[in-house]
């Protein structure tokens, strides 16, 4: 996870104010299959903190959370935005080495974050880290196909010079729920997918995708000023301008609980 660290420097003001939560349900979901005692999450890959605000709001009082988060940028306004609350404690450590004691966690989570992580050495850190009975969690946003978007991503695709299907791409984030269930000391595998929506300006949905990876690697490419002026014209040609438009989502949580010893 180190090695992704980077990638995101500079961004971490524009993934708190453009990036979407995640619904509650899909927190609360994952806590109802725990069968151990503690109160402790671990929000891996925390970024600036909209996993770690939704995953807070779903479990409600009583818990601690520790929020992971590698990157320096990111962890900044991770720590400011929960520097009021005794309850969240932020650190630098990764997901394949999360400087935790063994037993110590009845829930860790990774929301759209999988893609980064060296899984095999996660999935071992989170069965050490857990206490039996304990719940892994895999949750992910995803944008569900409209003109838009497939325009969008269509875009990409052309201009990186390197990702020929994002579709594709995007559904090799995460594995599927056969994999999960085969996960050395993990049983009960189990997934829900919630389906939501959001209402975005042009302008807010070319802000959340220069939340993505593959969008800056077109604008290293080609340069920021470009980008903007060919996203605005796709919006244009959507016909999407000022008045906000839905945007439909589907949010998919998969979790495994970790063996009684």
């Known amino acids: 996870m180190r090695d992704a ?6 961004l971490a003001e ?17 806590t109802r299959d725990i069968r151990c005692c503690t109160r402790i999450a ?6 600036p903190g909209n ?29 400011r935005r929960f520097s009021a609350a005794p ?3 932020v650190s630098d450590a990764t997901a394949e080495e999360m400087h935790l004691p063994s037993g110590f966690a009845s829930l860790v989570v990774a929301c759209t974050a999988f893609h980064w992580l060296d899984a095999p050495r996660f999935f071992a850190e989170a069965e050490r880290i857990l206490a039996p009975g304990g719940v892994l969690g895999l949750i992910r946003n995803r944008r569900k196909p409209s003109p838009v978007v497939q325009a969008f991503d269509r875009y990409i695709e052309e201009q990186s010079g390197g990702i020929s299907d994002i579709a594709l791409r995007e559904a090799r984030k995460e594995p599927v729920i056969r994999d999960l269930a085969q996960v050395p000391g993990f049983m009960a595998a189990r997934s829900c997918t919630y389906a939501w929506e959001s209402h975005l300006t042009a302008r807010g949905l070319i802000d959340l995708y220069l ?6 690697a077109v604008v290293r490419r080609i340069g920021l000023t470009r980008v903007m002026a060919d996203l605005n014209a796709i919006c244009a040609a959507q ?14 949580a998969k979790w495994a609980r970790k063996r009684s010893a």
Not at 17 to 30: D, K, T
Not at 42 to 47: H, K, T
């Open 87 to 89: 309850e969240v404690q």
């Open 211 to 216: 939340t993505r990876s593959t969008l800056w």
């Open 42 to 47: 671990v929000d891996v890959g925390a970024g």
């Open 51 to 79: 996993s770690t605000l939704s995953l807070r709001e779903a479990i409600g009082p009583g818990w601690s959370i520790v929020a992971i988060e590698p990157g320096r940028d990111m962890r900044r306004v991770l720590a």
């Open 14 to 30: 524009q993934y708190e104010m453009h990036r979407p939560g995640y619904p509650l349900e899909a927190f609360r979901a994952l």
């Open 239 to 252: 016909k999407l301008g000022d008045t906000p438009q839905r945007i439909e989502w589907e949010t998919t």
């Open 5 to 10: 660290e980077d990638r995101f420097d500079g």
